[in-house]
């Protein structure tokens, strides 16, 4: 299994909404990330997880909250979002960084989010 | 600081031709590698080749193959008998050894014609 499965695809919701992204791989990796990407741009990486634990935050806003419950598991709460939030969410996973020296990421279909 | 540059926003190729994508890059870092990775309209990035820095043989795989000249800090991507399928955006990527983070290029938009 060499996926990453995020859900939904598609999601609308209004400003004063609460909703969550999700994203799920068994591939063993232990790195996990999100990143956002606008409409014909390159992705921006939002936070890192590693081993679980949150490793980067790219100054992101306290509206995106994200969750690692295990290995296998990646949330993104949302709360509050504007609508320059709108865009694409794409999770991804990588090998250990340590013992996967240079391993690519995998990226999962991602997550179109409008926010009315 | 790393930095990937893409001079080509768009490019076009008519099928079963070739066609090269450019990039150059920057980093300080000795341990580094390099990625071409491709968004078709579906969404999902996905991997098309990569490179080690420390190994001076070009990556090849299938139709596709790179340049990597060190020295200059180019790595292009060349496309050979080009197909429908091939019509995508293509970042080339960079990544530090030893770390999370990946630096994308702003993108080349291909386009197959018929």
């Known amino acids: 299994d060499t996926e990453v499965t995020q859900t939904p695809k598609h999601l609308v919701m209004g400003m004063t909404n609460k909703k969550s992204l999700k994203c799920e791989q068994h591939?063993?990796?232990?790195?996990m990330y999100w990143y956002k990407q606008k409409a014909k741009k390159p992705p921006e990486l939002m936070f890192v997880?590693?081993?679980?634990?949150?490793?980067i935050n790219e100054s992101v806003p306290s509206r995106f909250s994200p969750e690692c419950p295990n290995s296998s598991l990646l949330n993104l709460h949302l709360h509050a979002l504007q609508p320059e939030d709108s865009a694409l969410y794409l999770c991804?996973?990588?090998?250990?960084?340590?013992?996967?020296?240079?391993?690519?990421?995998?990226f999962g279909q991602g997550t179109r989010l409008t926010v009315v | 600081a790393q930095t990937v540059t893409q001079s080509q926003p768009e490019m076009s190729v008519q099928e079963a031709e070739t066609v090269t994508l450019s990039c150059t890059y920057d980093t300080s870092e000795s341990d580094y590698y390099l990625f071409w990775y491709k968004q078709p309209p579906s969404r999902q990035m996905i991997l098309v080749i990569r490179?080690?820095?420390?190994?001076?043989q070009n990556a090849t795989e299938n139709r596709f193959s790179v340049n990597f000249q060190k020295a200059a800090k180019s790595f292009s991507l060349k496309i050979s008998d080009s197909q429908l399928g091939d019509a995508a955006m293509y970042f080339c990527v960079l990544g530090q050894g030893g770390s999370e983070k990946l630096v994308f290029g702003q993108g080349t938009k291909l386009t197959v014609n018929p």
């Open positions: 997880y590693s081993y679980e634990k949150l490793s």
């Open positions: 591939m063993g990796h232990r790195a």
């Open positions: 991804a996973s990588s090998q250990d960084l340590y013992r996967g020296r240079g391993t690519e990421a995998f």
């Open positions: 490179q080690e820095a420390y190994k001076q």
